[in-house]
């Protein structure tokens, strides 16, 4: 199973959910990331996220192969979109299935950080005032005014 | 020396294209970052970006080969 995607269509947390099922699970625990409508006091009408897939993949990858190394888990997935989102889609998803909850709820926490930190996605804000603006990590415009 | 190079998010705005082949005697990423910043007017510092290689990340003082594909990585903001 690949367990890092790039997806330019809607996330479906079901069917992502259904690959991390295992007899061996007691715990499921899930993240999502929505797009929401407004960032440093101004309101977002839609988002663009933009990725280096080929590098995306491979860091994505790598991330999930550290989490499993990291934690006590069946099975762990991400998925985030790229393109062009409206308010309340899943921006990102991560699922992790394993046999106690703590182990479940860290990896989930450490996946969604490091995919934040390090996978090759930019996301560009488009704002109601018809201006757009690339971001940093701390959600701060890469260009102020 | 014949490289392509990939741009995204502000560096694409900046460079108004995706993609273009660059023509240079330089052989290192961070030469040819400055050199690019002249030409395009890059608003960020090397010292914010992360380099990638041939689709892997690579060191600021790499040799480079003919051919390669550049990319100067902005700071990211997935999720």
Request: proline share 4%; charged share 25%.
């Amino acid at each position: 199973m690949k367990q890092f995607l790039l997806c330019p269509d809607v996330l479906d947390p079901q069917q992502l959910a259904q690959k991390l099922s295992s007899d061996r699970a007691g715990a499921f625990v899930s993240f999502e990331g929505r797009v929401r409508n407004r960032n440093n006091h101004r309101v977002v009408q839609r988002l663009e996220y933009q990725a280096y897939a080929a590098l995306a993949e491979i860091e994505g990858a790598r991330i999930l192969m550290e989490a499993s190394e990291k934690f006590a888990i069946e099975h762990a997935c991400c998925a985030h979109r790229v393109g062009t989102l409206a308010i309340g889609d899943i921006a990102v998803w991560v699922g992790v299935s394993s046999a106690h909850r703590d182990a479940a709820f860290a990896c989930c926490r450490y996946i969604i950080d490091e995919v934040k930190l390090r996978v090759p996605i930019w996301k560009n804000e488009h704002y109601a005032d018809g201006e757009s603006g690339w971001l940093h990590p701390d959600n701060t415009p890469v260009d102020p005014g | 020396m014949k490289y392509t190079l990939r741009y995204f998010a502000s560096l694409a705005d900046q460079a108004g294209c995706a993609e273009e082949t660059w023509e240079t005697a330089l052989s290192e990423p961070r030469a040819l970052y400055a050199e690019l910043r002249a030409r395009h007017g890059f608003t960020l510092d090397a010292s914010r970006l992360r380099v990638a290689v041939n689709g892997e990340f690579a060191d600021w003082h790499l040799a480079l080969a003919d051919g390669d594909e550049i990319v100067f990585l902005p700071p990211v903001s997935g999720g």
